[in-house]
């Protein structure tokens, strides 16, 4: 379905090779495998086997195809995949919830040559709190789009869902569930937004401002933190770091937690108390975190995850610098069934400067 907010300046999606060969025309669309517990009162922990029995799955029936299928849609104009998955589920379920790992990117042919292209992500709903001030209203589908939500049973999910590829994703989610691996902790690591040349700075370093870009680009950042539900906030003491998590900081009411390792005279004199803060995030189940940072820092921050990333995973992670652009931000989901281990890894950035005349 398309969407039906005013479209705004976005970001990006990577860290998924491209369909081979390279289709005429990429369809991107984004949705989400949301899950609950059956009994109501449950929390989620980490690293705790569920089985299949226990939970329930959200699905949607389309009329105009008669079919029942995960909640999905269409990105908007320069409009980031996970921002469209959390959109597009409220838009046809009323739900608002907030991105955990993600899953398998589905993709497949459409009439004249065209690909799909769905990407997906374990959802859970979002309960109130910081994450939920910071979302903007949704206008629901039309009971011609999507006549019916439902939760239900993984067994009953499998009888009644149409694509091949929509069951594999449940599956694959049951499959995690068993592991232990379902729910996970979120750590995004965010180079702050474009800042005033150093060349051109006549204060001393830590007080270096961003750039109008840096101003736009940190706004734009809002709505990809409140995709994943982000309720903790670390950043360097910087002015530019500081800077560009304001406006989330404000909208969600939440006060960032200052760390003096973080900066780059810090990190560059004791690189092992910057790799010590993302250590302890890894060390124990976290609400989703992101961490603030400059460019100089983040191969010592980049290293305790990449220790704790399977082989087949690491090649997700920029290799060579600057590391990440301005804005532009890493995403690291964990999981604590045992040892601390990374199961998904993405990386997400604004499209400010398509938007704005630099």
Not at 257 to 266: K, Q, Y
Not at 275 to 283: E, F, G, M, N
Not at 339 to 351: I, K, L, M, P, R
Request: with cysteine.
């Amino acid at each position: 379905m398309c969407g039906r907010r005013t479209p705004a300046a976005n970001l990006g999606h990577v860290s998924r090779s491209r369909p081979s060969p390279i289709p005429s025309r990429l369809v991107r669309a984004a949705g989400s495998v949301v899950w609950r517990f059956k009994d109501r009162s449950r929390t989620p922990l980490a690293g705790e086997p569920v089985e299949a029995g226990e939970i329930e799955v959200l699905l949607v029936h389309r009329p105009r195809y008669g079919d029942w299928s995960w909640p999905k849609g269409k990105t908007e104009l320069n409009e980031p995949v996970p921002v469209a998955a959390v959109r597009e589920v409220e838009e046809e379920t009323g739900l608002a919830v907030a991105l955990g790992a993600p899953l398998t990117t589905q993709r497949y042919r459409l009439g004249a040559g065209h690909t799909k292209e769905v990407h997906y992500w374990v959802g859970r709903a979002l309960e109130p709190g910081p994450a939920l001030r910071t979302r903007r209203p949704v206008e629901h589908a039309s009971r011609r789009e999507i006549d019916s939500s439902r939760w239900m049973s993984p067994s009953r999910a499998q009888s009644l869902i149409t694509r091949r590829g929509d069951r594999r994703l449940l599956t694959e989610l049951v499959t995690r569930a068993e592991a232990g691996t379902l729910v996970t902790s979120t750590v995004m690591l965010l180079r702050h937004s474009k800042a005033v040349s150093r060349s051109s700075w006549t204060g001393e370093e830590g007080t270096r401002v961003l750039t109008r870009l840096g101003v736009r680009q940190s706004i734009d950042l809002v709505e990809l933190l409140s995709a994943f539900g982000v309720t903790d906030l670390v950043t360097s003491p910087w002015t530019r770091c500081r800077a560009t998590i304001g406006p989330y900081a404000s909208l969600a009411g939440v006060r960032p937690r200052l760390e003096e390792a973080l900066t780059e005279e810090a990190a560059r004199l004791d690189p092992g108390a910057a790799t010590a803060v993302i250590s302890d995030l890894l060390a124990r189940p976290h609400p989703p975190t992101v961490v603030c940072v400059h460019r100089p820092t983040l191969p010592a921050l980049m290293a305790p995850l990449q220790a704790a990333t399977p082989s087949q995973l690491r090649g997700a992670y920029p290799g060579e610098s600057p590391w990440l652009a301005t804005s532009e931000a890493l995403l690291v989901h964990v999981a604590h069934a045992g040892e601390a281990q990374v199961v998904g890894v993405e990386t997400h950035s604004t499209y400010t400067k398509l938007l704005v005349p630099c």
